[in-house]
């Protein structure tokens, strides 16, 4: 109806779930501004594994990440986070570890005032591993259609090169808590050459 709205959600205990709010578009719905893009929300339903949509009854704003949507370079970040999130993860494919990643994410890039970029790197590489296809690991180097393809030199991934030294950095950018993003000082181009890489090995690897 026109007053209703079809939503994708992605939950701790389910994963990834489309669902639909009845009445939502009307002015005198109680949920006006609780299905906005990228909030977290609170969601009661029941799971029917007989319907495609599922049916939310009740529902709350826990966040609405306000600082993100009032800053455009936060809001693009995010958007990337969002999209990545959506396309890598299939329907009713439950991650944990994930769902903390993406919400940590989040919370740290609402109350950045700077490091943007390296938010959103960060959350690149922890999602590989969280996934089981981190490019830097000797597993995927053998796969042949993978995009960090070690040569002579390094890794070249379609024009876009990155050094053998960058193994390390990753590596410890890996293991690094995300709250401590306002530590890391990288040089921007670095930062956006191994994003691109990252962003064309998940390219690669959702077919």
């Not at 939950?11 to 009307?26: D, L, M, N, P, Y």
């Not at 329907?91 to 390296?118: I, P, W």
């Not at 990288?186 to 064309?200: A, F, G």
């Amino acid at each position: 109806g026109e007053s209703s709205k079809i939503i994708t959600l992605f939950s701790e205990e389910i994963g990834k779930f489309t669902a639909i709010v009845k009445g939502v578009r009307s002015s005198k719905s109680k949920y006006g501004g609780v299905f906005e893009n990228m909030n977290l929300v609170n969601v009661i339903f029941k799971k029917n594994d007989n319907r495609d949509l599922q049916f939310i009854y009740n529902a709350d704003c826990l966040s609405s990440y306000s600082k993100v949507k009032n800053n455009i370079e936060k809001l693009l970040i995010a958007y990337k986070l969002v999209e990545l999130t959506s396309r890598m993860m299939f329907e009713y494919d439950k991650s944990k570890e994930v769902f903390y990643l993406l919400k940590d994410t989040m919370f740290n890039l609402d109350s950045a005032d700077s490091n943007f970029e390296v938010i959103y790197l960060l959350f690149q590489i922890k999602f590989a591993y969280i996934q089981g296809i981190n490019p830097i690991s000797e597993d995927s180097r053998n796969f042949v259609s993978n995009y960090f393809v070690k040569d002579f030199n390094g890794f070249s991934n379609n024009g876009v090169f990155i050094e053998k030294n960058y193994d390390l950095l990753i590596l410890n950018l890996l293991n690094m808590e995300m709250k401590n993003f306002i530590n890391i000082v990288m040089d921007k181009d670095d930062v956006i050459k191994i994003q691109n890489s990252y962003d064309m090995h998940f390219m690669n690897c959702s077919g």
